[in-house]
């Protein structure tokens, strides 16, 4: 095995192995070569962080809010200054290409900015009551907060959470992705840089079934943000469970694309065959199934094709890239059975492309198009999560609002025509946390996820994602 660095993790302010020594390998995704040796942690180092977190609690949550806003700053200061690093890691261990993950470590500094900004505006409230009577709410932080982080945005995804809890007063652990833990450990590394006090951030590394399990039960957390798929969600709701500690809730989609006849097919295909090829089709707002009207069907495939064909699929690190590989071995077979099982139950691959030598050694799966797909599919059914664009033909006197509804998942939907009072009547009806019509996600920092159904619970991003880490409580006085 060629060498390879070491990283240890950030328990109470000090960086540390696990406490057993025990350590894994990370992958470059791209080649399939080790990259990183982090540790593994245990029970014990979870106890050990949580209780760091604990013990830091009190200072923290008793900051001015301006004193804690001057912190916010600094680590998305320290973002900006150490961006090329972050990037270069987040490309290495996860294919994002380099230009990419540049910009979303922009975004990630963006976080912290608006978290400081809008938590300044979070006041108490006060209630009218009779003479000699005060009663007012006062917010403040739920206290220790356990943030499990999904593999898709290692970078964004722990910026997100990481500054909606800080700023308002919470301490937290942190659970990267196990197969991209370098990279947060790198960002953590980054965030501690700002001077934070020793143990207001704890990172801890290791599998989701042991370290996030004993994380998400431990009875010192208080809040939990977790993002990843809605079977591990329901777990770590279990865990929760015990102690009845808060879960704020990003999981699974399966979002459906509305296709009418009048849409502009031109700027769909720009717009969501970026969303869908772009970081490999790793996201959770992504369009998962395309429901095409049959008068623009061909000419929807035609045209995606096109733009599938112009993407360039190759090193990460290499200008000009667009997409790199899906991030591990485990998601490539995982996509790749979708589109094997979409044949078998009677779908056609409208497109998609060979792998070069180099490609076969990575993780590689290529941008590819599942035509005449029907709503049943297992691959219509379920979250890709890949590169694979999802195509259903549908024709007038189809329920297509049923057929849209009819899913497990309430992340979102896009719809895409001209008529605006049909998509306005639609984006009341779906069963989604977000609807975008004739658009992609907004990246706004105002902006929030809310998820319903099997999609999550609560909200993340935005004014209503810092809400989520705060609680209010009335204090009445009679004088
Ligand atoms: P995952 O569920 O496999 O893992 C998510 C995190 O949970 C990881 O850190 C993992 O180590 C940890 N984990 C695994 N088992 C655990 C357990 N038993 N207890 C506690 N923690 C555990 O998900 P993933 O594959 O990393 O992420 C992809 C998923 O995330 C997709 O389903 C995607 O839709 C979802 N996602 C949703 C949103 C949203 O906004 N709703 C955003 C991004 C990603």
């Known amino acids: 095995m060629p060498e390879i660095k070491s990283y240890q993790m950030l328990i109470g302010g000090r960086w540390v192995d696990a406490a057993d020594g025990a350590t894994f390998v990370t992958v470059n995704p791209a080649t399939g070569q080790p ?35 001057e912190y916010m700053l600094r680590i998305a200061a320290a ?7 972050l990037a270069t890691c987040e490309a290495l261990e996860h294919g994002t290409p380099y230009n990419d993950a540049f910009g979303v470590c922009m975004g990630a500094a963006g976080k912290f900015e608006y978290a400081a900004s809008i938590a300044l505006a979070l006041m108490g409230v006060q209630i009218p ?64 840089s700002a001077g934070l006090p020793d143990g207001v951030v704890n990172v801890i590394t290791g599998s989701g079934e042991t370290v996030g399990k004993s994380l998400c039960s431990h009875p010192g957390v208080d809040v939990i943000g977790f993002t990843g798929s809605s079977e591990t969600g329901q777990n770590v709701l279990r865990y929760a469970a015990a102690t009845v500690k808060k879960c704020v809730m990003e999981l699974g989609g399966n979002n459906p694309v509305l296709v009418y006849p009048d849409a502009d ?18 996201h959770c707002s992504g369009p998962g199934r395309y429901y095409v009207h049959e008068k623009v069907y061909d000419a929807f495939l035609r045209k995606l094709a096109a733009f599938a064909d112009s993407i360039k699929v190759g090193d990460p690190l290499e200008e000009g890239t667009f997409m790199g590989p899906v991030v591990s071995k485990a998601q490539q077979k995982k996509v790749e059975d ?27 799966v290529m941008p590819t198009i599942v035509s005449d797909c029907t709503h049943d599919m297992t691959i219509a059914r379920e979250e890709v999560f890949g590169p694979v664009a999802v195509v259903i033909k549908w ?26 009072p049909l998509a306005l009547k639609l984006a009341d009806a779906l069963e989604v946390g977000n609807v975008f019509i004739n658009c992609q996600t907004l990246t706004e920092e105002q902006s929030w996820g809310t998820n319903v159904k099997a999609s999550g619970l609560g909200r993340e991003g935005g004014l209503e994602g810092l809400k989520e880490f705060t609680d209010l409580k009335e204090i009445t006085l009679e004088y």
């Open 35 to 69: 990259l990183a040796r982090v540790p593994l942690a245990g029970d014990a180092d979870v106890d050990a962080a949580v209780k760091a977190a604990r013990k830091a609690l009190p200072a923290w949550r008793s900051l001015t809010q301006a004193k804690r806003n």
């Open 338 to 364: 979708y589109v094997a099982g979409a044949v078998r139950e009677g779908a056609r691959v409208y497109y998609t492309r060979e792998k070069t030598p180099e490609q076969e050694k990575g993780s590689y």
């Open 129 to 192: 009551m009779d003479a000699g009577q005060l009663s007012y709410f006062k917010r403040g932080p739920l206290g220790v907060a356990a943030l499990v982080i999904p593999w898709n945005f290692p970078i964004i995804m722990l910026a997100v959470k990481a500054s909606a809890a800080l700023a308002v007063g919470n301490t937290c652990v942190i659970k990267p992705p196990s197969v991209n833990s370098m990279t947060d450990l790198v960002f953590a590394r980054v965030i501690q």
């Open 265 to 282: 097919l031109d700027k769909l295909v720009s717009v969501l065959g970026f969303r869908q090829f772009n970081n490999c089709g790793q």
């Open 395 to 420: 024709k007038d006197g189809d329920d297509l609002l049923a057929m849209a509804n009819d899913s497990p998942y309430g992340l979102c939907a896009h719809i895409w025509t001209g008529d605006i």
């Open 79 to 85: 973002i900006r200054d150490n961006a090329k690093e």
